[in-house]
C-alpha cells in the first residue's frame, strides 16, 4: 500500500417509506446508538463512515455465514476483473450516506441526491405491508433520477426493518422478501434491527462492498475520460496504482 | 424608540439589542424563580465603591464583549490611572452602545432597587453616592453629568441595606409581570409598579454625605460579575421600557394600530404579550379589538365544527395523511417534554389533520409539524400564570387547561398555522416549486454576498439544495432551538404580516426610512413580472383576511388571484419566503470562515449540524438585522427573482 494511494468515497443512497427506520439505521451503523428521538428526516441527512473492506472476500458469502436471510450472492461475477488494482489485501474507504426523506412529496429532490450514487439500500419495515410493497418503486424512481451508466448491474441492497417486533406484529414474510428480490435480480436481502442491533453492521459491509465494487466499475467505464462532477473521486485507474 | 440613527450599522444595534434584552430577563427570572441577579450579589457588593469609574465603562459596554474585555483588562489597575481608562473606554463603547439613551431617570431608580437586592448579604460595605462619584468624574475634566443621567449610577449600599431591612420580600417588586404594568398606559409610570422611585431617590439623597469610600479589593471574577450585573440592570429597563410600549399600543384605542405593532413587534415581542401580537400580526385578529371577541369565538366554533365534521362516521378517514401525520408527531421536537404528552400530542394531530384534510393541494408534508409547534406553545402561555410562562415546555397542559381550554389553543394554533402556510404554500404543493426557487435565490444571493465561500462550495461539489432545502421546508426551525425560532417568528410575522390597508406602507416607511420606497417599487416590479403566474412571493392577503372574514377551504388555491389583485396596489409587501432566504444567506454567511476549510465532505456534515444550541436572542437578532440589511442593499437583485 503506497502512501500516495488516495481514498475511495463511496456514495450511498437509502430509501424508503417514512419510518420504516431509515435514520435509525444509518445512526446505528455510523454512531452506533438507537433512540427513539429522530425527528423525521428532511430533503436528506448525511453521515459518512471510514470502511475497511477486505478485498480478497470481494465475494461476499463468507463474511456472509451468520445472516440469517439466507440469500444468494452469486452475482458477482464482474466484480473479480476489478481487483487487479486492489489486490494488496485490505482496502479503506468513506462511505457518505444519504439518508432521505420518506415522503413521497420530497421525491422531487432525488435528483439532488441520488446522482453519482454508488449502491442504493432500499428499506421497509417487516411491519407495514405497503413499504414493502413500495420497495419496487423505490428502485424505479431511484433508477428513474440516478441516471446511472447500466441500470441493470447498479448495486442495490434490501433491508427488512424491525425484525426485533413481535412474530405476531409482521405482516410482510420472509418468503416473501426473497422472492421480491430474487425478482428484481438476485438483489441481496438482509432482515435488520436497527433497536436490537441486528444484521446492521453486515448488511453495511455488503453495501459498502457493493459500491465500492460499482465505483470501481464506473472507474474504468470513464478511464481516463472526464473528470467526474460529482463528488467520486476517479483516483484508482492504473495510472495512480504503481504499487 | 431612542435616538434617531440613520446610517444602517446603527440601525442595526438598535435593532438587536433591545429585544434579546427581554427575553432573556424573562429566563433569568424564570431560572432562578427570584431575583435575575441574586447569584451576583456577592460580586456586587464587594466591588461597587472601589470600582465607580469602572462601573460606568462597564454600563457602556453593556452590549458587546470586546468592551467587556477591555475594561476586565484594566480592572487591575487602580485610582487615577484607571480614569483615563475609563475615558477610553468610554470613547470606544459608546458608538456600539445600543439603547440605554431612553432611560429615563425613573428607570434609572427601578434599577436601584434591583441592585439593592443583589446586596441582601451585605451590610459592612461602606457607600458611595452618585453625587459623589459625579463629583470624582468631573475632577478628570470631562462632562460626565451625560454618563450620569444615561447610565444608572448604582445608588448607595446604605441604601440597600435600609431598604432591606424594611423589605424583607424583595421578590416581590421585581414581579416580572407585564401584567402589572399594563394597567399604566404612560410607561414612565410603570416603575411605580415595580419599586417606589421616589424613596429610592431620597434615600440617595439622604446618603449623599454618608461615609468615606473605601476601596474593597476586587477580583478580576468579581468585577466580571459586576459587569454582569450591570448589564443585566440595563436589560431590564429596556425591558420593562418595550413591555410599556406594548401594554400603550395594545391598550390605547378600540382600533390597535398593526403598523405600530409591526415596528415594534420586529425587535422581539414579550412573552406575555406574545399569543396576542401573533395573532395580530398574522391577521387571525383584527385591528379592531371590539370585534375580537365575537371573532375569535366565532373561528373557534368553526374549528370545533370542523373537527366534529372530519371525526364524525361520515367523513372517510384519508389513511395515508393520517398515518404520516401519526408517525411524524411523536418525531416533533423529540427533545422538548411538552411535545411527549398525550395530550398535546392528540391536539397537533388532530390540527395538523383537519389543516391537511382542507388544503388538498399540497396536503400534509413533512416539516408543517414543526411549523404548528411555535402557535401551539405560544398560545398555550396565555393561559399560564406569568412566572411559569417561561416553563410551558415542562408542564403538561392537562394540569391547566380545561377540555375547552384546549379547543380554544387548538383552533387558535390551527387558523394561524392557516394564515401562516397561505402564504408560503409553494413550498408544500408538488413538486415543492416554492423551495426549490428559494434555494435558487438563496445560491444567487450567496454568489453576490460572499463570491468567495460560494467559489468554495461550488470547486467543492456541494450542492445549495443539499443543505438548503430543509432551510426552506422548515424555516431553519430544524438548525436552531425553539425559543430562538419563536423570536425569529416575531420578526417574520411583522416583516410579513398583512395589514395593507391599514398603512402597511406607513409601517415600512417608518421603520425603514428612505429605503422603504424604492422597496415598494422593487415589489411592485415584482408583481408585475409575475402577474398571472404563481409566485413564492404571491403572499399577498385579500383586504379581507385584515377583518378576518371566515376563510373558506379553497384559501390553498387563493394565491394567484391574490397576486394578481396586488400587483395594481401602491403597496409594499416583503413575502416571507423572501425574507427567509435572506435570513438564510445571513446564517450561511455566519459560518463562512468555517466553511472555507473544509471540504465536501466537512461542509455537508457542518451544515447538517450547525452548531446552535447555545445561541442565545442576540445571535438570532444580529442575523435577522443583516438579512435586513442585506435585503435593503440587495433589492434590486430580487426584482430578477423569480
Known sequence: MSGGRKKNILKVIILGDSGVGKTSLMQRYVNGKYSQQYKATIGADFLTKEVTLDDSSSHVNNSNSNNNSNNNFNNDNSRTQHNNNTSNGSKTATLQVWDTAGQERFQSLGVAFYRGADCCVLVYDVTNLKSFENIKVWRDEFLLHANVSSPETFPFVILGNKIDVDEAKKVVSARQAQDLAKGLGDIPLFFTSAKSSINVDIAFEEIARSALQQNQLEDDMFEDDFNDAINIQLDNGPSSCQC | ?642
Open chain 2, 1 to 642: 424608540m431612542g435616538l434617531k440613527k440613520s446610517s444602517s450599522s446603527r440601525d442595526i444595534n438598535q435593532k438587536t439589542s433591545s429585544p434579546s434584552l427581554f427575553s432573556s430577563l424573562m429566563k433569568s427570572w424564570s431560572h432562578s424563580g427570584h431575583s435575575p441577579t441574586r447569584s451576583n450579589s456577592k460580586a456586587y457588593s464587594s466591588s461597587t465603591t472601589d470600582n465607580n469609574n469602572l462601573g460606568y465603562a462597564s454600563d457602556t459596554s453593556s452590549n458587546d464583549g470586546t468592551a467587556n474585555q477591555l475594561t476586565r483588562k484594566n480592572s487591575s489597575r487602580s485610582g487615577s490611572n484607571s480614569f483615563t481608562n475609563v475615558n477610553d473606554i468610554y470613547r470606544m463603547t459608546k458608538p456600539i452602545m445600543p439603547t440605554n439613551h431612553h432611560h429615563s431617570n425613573n428607570h434609572s431608580s427601578s434599577s436601584s432597587i434591583l441592585l439593592n437586592n443583589n446586596n441582601t448579604n451585605t451590610g459592612n460595605i461602606n457607600s458611595s453616592t452618585i453625587k459623589k462619584s459625579h463629583h470624582k468624574f468631573s475632577d478628570s475634566n470631562e462632562d460626565w453629568s451625560a454618563v450620569v443621567d444615561d447610565y444608572n449610577m448604582p445608588p448607595s449600599m446604605d441604601f440597600f441595606t435600609d431598604y432591606l431591612s424594611k423589605n424583607s420580600n424583595t421578590n416581590m417588586m421585581l414581579g416580572p409581570s407585564p401584567v402589572l404594568s399594563k394597567k399604566n398606559s404612560g410607561h414612565n409610570n410603570n416603575n411605580n409598579n415595580y419599586t417606589s422611585g421616589s424613596s429610592s431617590s431620597s434615600n440617595n439623597s439622604n446618603n449623599k454625605n454618608s461615609g468615606t469610600i473605601t476601596y474593597p479589593k476586587l477580583t478580576e471574577h468579581n468585577y466580571h460579575l459586576e459587569l454582569e450585573n450591570e448589564r443585566e440592570l440595563q436589560e431590564l429597563n429596556s425591558k420593562l421600557t418595550r413591555i410599556n410600549k406594548f401594554d400603550q399600543i395594545l391598550s390605547s384605542s378600540s382600533i390597535i394600530s398593526l403598523a405600530e405593532l409591526k415596528k415594534l413587534s420586529w425587535n422581539g415581542i414579550p412573552m406575555g404579550h406574545r399569543p396576542l401580537v401573533w395573532k395580530l400580526l398574522i391577521g387571525y385578529l383584527p385591528a379592531n379589538k371590539k370585534r375580537h371577541e365575537i371573532l375569535i369565538q366565532r373561528k373557534r366554533k368553526e374549528y370545533k365544527t370542523g373537527i366534529y365534521h372530519i371525526f364524525s362516521p361520515q367523513h372517510t378517514r384519508d389513511q395515508p395523511t393520517w398515518h404520516q401525520i401519526e408517525i411524524d408527531i411523536p418525531r416533533t421536537n423529540p427533545h422538548i417534554k411538552l411535545y411527549q404528552f398525550p395530550s398535546v400530542q392528540k391536539s397537533l394531530q388532530k390540527i395538523l389533520y383537519f389543516w391537511a384534510i382542507r388544503h388538498p393541494a399540497s396536503g400534509y408534508v413533512q416539516g408543517i409539524n414543526d411549523l404548528v409547534t411555535p402557535f401551539f406553545q405560544i398560545f398555550l402561555t396565555s393561559y399560564l400564570p406569568e412566572h411559569q410562562k417561561a416553563k410551558v415546555c415542562d408542564i403538561d397542559p392537562e394540569t391547566y387547561l380545561t377540555e375547552e381550554n384546549f379547543a380554544e389553543v387548538e383552533a387558535d394554533s390551527f387558523w394561524c398555522l392557516s394564515k401562516f402556510l397561505d402564504t408560503i404554500i409553494d413550498n408544500y404543493i408538488h413538486g415543492q416549486p416554492g423551495i426549490m426557487k428559494q434555494v435558487s435565490n438563496l445560491e444567487s444571493l450567496c454568489k453576490r454576498i460572499d463570491g468567495q465561500l460560494y467559489k468554495h462550495l461550488k470547486k467543492e461539489n456541494v450542492e445549495f439544495v443539499q443543505f438548503a432545502f430543509r432551510w426552506m421546508n422548515c424555516l431553519l426551525m430544524r438548525e436552531v432551538p425553539i425559543d430562538i425560532v419563536i423570536r425569529m417568528w416575531d420578526t417574520y410575522l411583522s416583516e410579513t404580516s398583512s395589514d395593507d390597508n391599514d398603512g402597511g406602507v406607513d409601517s415600512a416607511g417608518a421603520r425603514k426610512g428612505s429605503g422603504s420606497s424604492n422597496m415598494k417599487m422593487m415589489m411592485n416590479n415584482n408583481n408585475t413580472l409575475s402577474d398571472g403566474t404563481v409566485t413564492p412571493n404571491g403572499v399577498a392577503q385579500n383586504a379581507n383576511d385584515l377583518i378576518n372574514i371566515p376563510t373558506h377551504a379553497n384559501e390553498s388555491v387563493n394565491n394567484n388571484n391574490n397576486t394578481n389583485n396586488n400587483s395594481g396596489s401602491n403597496k409594499r409587501k416583503t413575502s416571507l419566503s423572501e425574507f427567509h432566504v435572506f435570513v438564510c444567506a445571513a446564517f450561511l454567511e455566519t459560518w463562512s470562515n468555517s466553511l472555507l476549510d473544509m471540504d465536501f465532505q466537512g461542509i455537508i456534515t457542518f451544515l447538517q449540524n450547525v452548531p446552535t444550541a447555545n445561541w442565545g436572542e442576540k445571535d438570532i437578532e444580529i442575523l435577522l438585522s443583516e438579512a435586513y440589511m442585506w435585503q435593503t442593499l440587495y433589492k434590486d437583485a430580487t426584482s430578477h427573482w423569480l
